[in-house]
């Protein structure tokens, strides 16, 4: 074992070993140290030697350390540097097996998996199956299904009519133009992350927080619910107008009371459907999605008719004769010929048309005045595509309730008395018609885009196919309805288009008497229409109040998040039935239409809001894969959606607003305890006092997480940075964005040191403006710098405003440190950042890193990924990629496979991983077989050993350690001892002078570095930490018996064996170092997960050399540890 080192002296002439040229030292190190002051360094060759199979269970004295057994998991002597982190950091290969098997199910799985469980196990289960949806089956074609309905069948027709082509294109591009910028917005959102089953509500609260989660949620769940009830309003509408007429229960006598039998009839009927879908949606909602297909089938149908019917009119136009009296336009029920009188075998007879306006059907009976003076006319209902009847319809014609529909350009002679007209069949307004009106009521046929993000949890690839879905789906129906506009406008003759019912074709729908080859084509299809949307609104809306139950946000919705064992929400259900009542209770389509507008422009409104909060505040978690987005589009989207708001109902918008508010302050007041990394607690960081007391509430979440700089900073004795590159590197990383703190330590009191701390202030304000650092500077004053950056550590900051992250430079200096402070003092402050929770960055050959005027071309970033501790390995090269310096460098991510981890599905996992974290990345899965240890391995491994003892067994002075290294040389080889024998008899008569004059100095400690060493190292005191005066005789006894005792422990060393435990590390630093070395020796940086530092202090030394070796061979290199808390997720 002697031949397998030798000692060297460090430090004189050219056989001396030195570490670097250029001293590095840590945050934590000491002052600068004299050159002299080497320790001895044993060097070690690469021969063969066994010690052993090194695998013993034994006593360590590192963090986290456990005495039971931990099982076949880490028993492995390649991961034995981290073992004892496994508990709270676990190996990559477990963390991407636990992500590999996430599936993004829709609500209610979970439930049915344990319904199942429930009944047994003999009941076979059936694997639930992985999303396959793609972009037109999954988004597309479930949100044009959404956005035609019943609008568009019912009344767009009479919105061109009576607002005329121009404002109806003015209506139709505010809309369109609302959702699209909300689409764009949503589709940021939705591809920042995955978005699980509960879609718009989900992206909002995630997004706002709880409160506006909550008030926003429960607005959309109402606009939800109220169109389920505009769906069937619009159902029974075309049941009882346009296919069974004689169905309706409620029959009005006399013309002015249709109004109110049609709203009675309404009511029942409407009633009844409710309860019928209801119980089609509670007993099984496999059927809705199922008929889904063929309802987006009849709606697809009836679009194509209507193009048909239009392309026919050009040549062929239908024949559909609109009867006039004078200008008025009648209603075509009572009657078949539009005339008074009649010739019938050369008699004058009257008509039915007479009889609808004279007493009697005499030719001598008293008539109205104005049918009297007027005569009637025949017009085409649909002149036809080339008539030039959209000249007519350019300009609106709006009214008060029981206005006549009138054709202008006809002639006219009023009445006198038009008392009577509101009994006689014309045509009338049944409500007050405006501008403002007709944007509420036609805004629900534009809404629907939530579709796909909605059914997020069924789809392939959700962040590629909400957005090119959902946009493409908008501007389908956005030509859909331009061209409409147009269309009705160029073939439709505008008093048929003012009749809402169509009580001037003889009942039939308007826009059927456009379609080809029939009417009924467009009446079946937007029947089925509607039914199918009816049915979609009542399965969605409970699902969603079922969402917010189950969030705990509002306490008083708790019991609605129960359900079937299956998971269907029955209570939720129930409820929503009784909302749903309410608006059928109104009974009108016109009246329910702006209700729900209000809800789901609010709706749209936050998310805008969401989008541009993010985008502004530039969290690090906002990383869309979808990028043609803005901040200032989304701004726009937001007043657009309030200018609609109240253009539409301003009464309705205050009502919105105030319910919103209202839940808003309640959940506020009751306290919501949930924290999803809002963007308002992102914004709040950047407030006064209000956020501070804010943010003390909780600490911030995952996605609001971004690294909170402590810059540790070591100053030269004249107060300058040591490390200017430190700044640079913390620019890099932080980009201006979020806190940054530089602390630095001067050794003293403040009243003796003032002067000179506001000078260190003043030149690291100049270093941090130089290298374009913005934050604060702290320099303070203490006893010792160990305290000074143990108070940095826990003080920095203000509530809210604190740092998480600590960096600092890699103390290169410790091994010719004479003094043991240095190093000890950057363990010590690496065991303070893990006892405060906080992350911590150690870089290694700091003065190498890139200034800021620096710019990498090609080059890569590798991270070595071998324990999750948060995933901050992961966030710092994306941060760093956003600084020009890095912009250029590809990021490439190791692993390391053990012997029984499978490698291939390893790296699929791990690319799955960051496709779901939005980084781009390399991925390499790097295998490292369990082999013997080597000798090599044990050789430094007892090196180290033997040199820690050496330390502790010599407390002499310089001259006499110097002496004991040349003992230790004749003791270790005949060869070293012959050489060695040699140059001590030669000894230089100075040097004995000198040690004369040394023994009769008094040897008296500085009074707080012995008391500050006393704590740290109490097993290492020696005699000369003894606070006493020597004299000549006194010293020369004490140093010959220290010699003796010394000579026997020195001797001991050569009969030492290593301790298995550090073997097993040292195999780990040595191995990993050599994987590490081949793959990343060429990159610009290497960022490596940093071991936990020794629990027994009596193992700093050893924690040190396992250090050493694991980077030995790499240039830039950045140690990471993290603070226990997860900081990147997948989630939006």
């Known amino acids: 074992m002697s031949e397998r080192f030798v000692v060297v002296r460090v430090g004189q002439g050219d056989n001396g070993v030195k570490n670097d040229p250029v001293p590095d030292s840590g945050g934590a190190e000491g002052d600068s140290i004299d050159p002299q002051d080497y320790v001895p360094i044993l060097e070690y060759s690469r021969e063969p030697n066994r010690y052993g199979d090194g695998m013993p269970k034994e006593s360590s004295p590192f963090i986290n350390n456990t005495d039971h057994d ?27 097996n636990k992500l590999a098997n996430y599936t993004n199910l829709t609500q209610g799985v979970k ?61 139709v591009v505010m809309t369109c133009s609302c959702t699209m910028l909300t689409a764009i917005s949503m589709s940021a959102i939705a591809t920042n992350g995955v978005v699980p089953a509960g879609g718009s509500y989900y992206m909002i609260s995630r997004s706002l927080g709880p409160e506006f989660g909550g008030a926003v949620g429960l607005c959309f769940y109402l606009g939800t619910t109220f169109a389920g009830s505009m769906y069937i309003l619009g159902t029974i509408e075309i049941l009882l107008t346009y296919i069974v007429p004689s169905a309706a229960i409620f029959k009005a006598e006399k013309k002015e009371n249709e109004p109110e039998a049609l709203l009675n009839n309404m009511r029942v009927y409407g009633t009844c459907c409710l309860i019928l879908m209801s119980l089609v949606v509670f007993v099984g909602v496999k059927y809705v999605n199922k008929l889904a297909l063929v309802f987006l089938a009849c709606v697809i149908l009836s679009i194509l008719a209507i193009y048909a019917g239009v392309i026919k009119t050009a040549f062929d136009p239908p024949d559909f004769p609109i009867c006039l009296l004078g200008n008025r336009t009648l209603q075509n029920h009572n009657f078949d010929q539009c005339l008074k009188t009649m010739e ?97 009521i036609y805004f629900p046929s534009v809404t629907g885009i939530m579709a796909g993000s909605n059914r997020s949890g069924d789809l392939r690839d959700a962040q590629k196919s909400i957005p090119i879905g959902t946009i493409m789906a908008i501007a389908t129906t956005t030509f859909i309805y331009i061209s409409s506009v147009i269309l009705f406008g160029a073939c439709i003759e505008g008093v048929v288009l003012r009749d809402k019912f169509g009580d001037s074709v003889k009942g039939n729908l308007v826009i059927g008497i456009l379609a080809w080859p029939s009417p009924w084509v467009i009446v079946i299809g937007s ?194 940075v040591k490390h200017p590159r430190l700044l640079s590197f913390c620019t890099q990383l932080k980009a201006g964005k979020g806190l940054t703190i530089v602390g630095s330590v001067l050794q003293g009191t403040y009243m003796t040191k003032e002067d000179e701390v506001k000078k260190a202030e003043q030149n690291v304000k100049s270093s941090m403006t130089t290298e374009r650092t913005k934050g604060f500077c702290h320099v303070v004053a203490s006893s010792n710098l160990r305290d000074g950056f143990s108070h940095l550590i826990q003080t920095a900051g203000l509530g809210g405003m604190k740092h998480n992250t600590v960096l600092m430079a890699w103390p290169g200096t410790w091994k010719q440190s004479n003094d043991p402070v240095s190093w000890k003092n950057f363990i010590e402050t690496v065991r303070e950042t893990t006892a405060a929770n906080q992350a911590l960055l150690v870089a290694k050959n700091v003065d190498s890193f890139p200034t800021n005027a620096d710019r990498f071309g090609e080059g890569t970033i590798d991270v070595w990924w071998i324990v999750h501790d948060g995933g901050l390995l992961m966030l710092l090269p994306f941060l760093l990629r956003q600084h020009k310096v890095w912009r250029k460098c590809k990021m490439r991510i190791f692993t390391v496979a053990n012997m029984d981890d499978n490698s291939i599905q390893m790296k699929k996992d791990l690319q799955m991983f960051l496709y779901h974290l939005r980084l781009d990345a390399e991925v390499e899965v790097v295998e490292m077989h369990d082999s013997d240890i080597s000798a090599f391995t044990y050789e430094k491994t007892l090196v180290m050993e033997q040199r820690s003892q050496m330390l502790k067994q010599m407390q002499l002075s310089r001259t006499e350690r110097e002496r004991e290294i040349q003992g230790i040389t004749d003791t270790s080889r005949s060869s070293i001892r012959r050489k060695n024998q040699t140059g001590a008899s030669g000894s230089d008569p100075s ?41 000549k005789d006194k010293f020369l006894s004490e140093r010959n018996r220290n010699r003796s005792e010394a000579n026997m422990g020195v001797r001991d060393l050569f009969n030492m064996k290593p301790n298995q435990s550090n073997v097993r590390r040292m195999h780990t630093a040595v191995k990993l170092n050599e994987v590490v070395v081949n793959r990343s020796q060429g990159a610009h940086l290497v960022l490596l997960n940093m071991p936990g530092p020794p629990k027994n202090r009596g193992g700093d030394e050893n924690y040190m050399e396992f250090l050493e070796v694991l980077l030995e061979g790499l240039n830039r290199v950045l140690l990471v540890r993290g603070g226990g808390r997860e900081v990147i997720t997948i989630y939006s």
């Not at 047994?120 to 972009?135: D, I, W, Y």
């Not at 702006?594 to 749209?604: A, D, H, Q, R, V």
């Not at 008094?1002 to 930490?1025: M, V, W, Y």
């Open 70 to 96: 931990k099982g076949n998991l880490y028993d492995g002597k390649n991961m034995a540097l981290f073992e004892e982190e496994m508990d709270s950091n676990p190996m990559v290969s477990s963390l991407l």
């Open 111 to 171: 439930e049915h998996e344990e319904a199942d469980d429930d009944e047994g196990p003999a009941r076979s289960k059936k694997p639930v199956k992985s999303p396959a949806l793609g972009t037109l089956i999954g988004v597309y074609l479930p949100c044009l299904q959404n956005i035609l309905g019943v609008i568009l069948f019912l009344r767009l027709t009479w919105i061109v009519g009576t607002a005329g082509i121009m404002e109806s294109l003015a209506i």
């Open 344 to 440: 019938v075998d050369n008699v004058t007879v009257t008509t039915k048309l007479w009889s609808l306006f004279c007493d009697s059907p005499d030719l001598n009976a008293t008539c109205n005045e104005y049918f009297t003076l007027n005569n009637v006319t025949v017009i085409q209902g649909i002149p036809g595509l080339t008539s030039g009847v959209i000249r007519d319809n350019i300009w609106g014609d709006y009214g008060p309730n029981g206005m006549l529909v009138e054709n202008k350009h006809q002639v006219s002679e009023p009445a006198a008395d038009t008392s009577q007209d509101i009994y006689m069949p014309y045509v009338a307004n049944d409500i007050t018609t405006f501008f403002t009106l007709l944007v509420g």
């Open 527 to 720: 029947f089925f229409s509607c039914c199918g949307a009816g049915l979609q609104s009542l399965t969605g809306a409970p699902r969603l109040l079922q969402a917010i139950a189950r969030d705990g946000i509002v306490p008083f919705l708790q019991v609605f998040g129960h359900g079937k064992a299956n998971g269907e929400p029955t209570w939720a259900l129930l409820l929503t039935g009784g909302i749903c009542e309410i608006g059928i209770l109104i009974a009108s389509l016109d009246a329910v239409a702006p209700i729900l507008s209000m809800f789901f422009l609010m709706c749209y409104l936050f998310v805008n809001l969401a989008c541009a909060l993010q985008t502004l505040l530039c969290t690090p978690n906002w990383r869309p894969r979808f990028k043609f987005y803005h901040w200032a589009l989304s701004f726009l989207g937001a007043s657009l959606c309030v200018s609609l708001m109240f253009i539409s109902s301003w009464y309705y918008a205050l009502v919105a607003m105030l319910i919103a508010g209202c839940i808003y302050k309640y959940i506020e007041y009751r306290g919501a305890e949930k924290e999803w990394g809002d963007g308002i607690r992102g914004l709040s960081l950047n407030a006064a006092r209000y956020a501070l007391i804010r943010l003390e509430e909780a600490p911030p979440h995952t996605k609001n997480w971004r690294p909170q700089m402590l810059v540790l900073l070591n100053l030269e004795s004249d107060h300058t």
């Open 991 to 1031: 040097r004995q002078l000198e040690d004369t004059q040394e023994d009769e100095a008094q040897l008296i400690h500085d009074r707080n570095t012995a008391s500050h060493a006393a704590i740290n190292d109490k097993p290492d005191t020696g005699p000369d930490r003894i606070h006493m005066t020597w004299t």
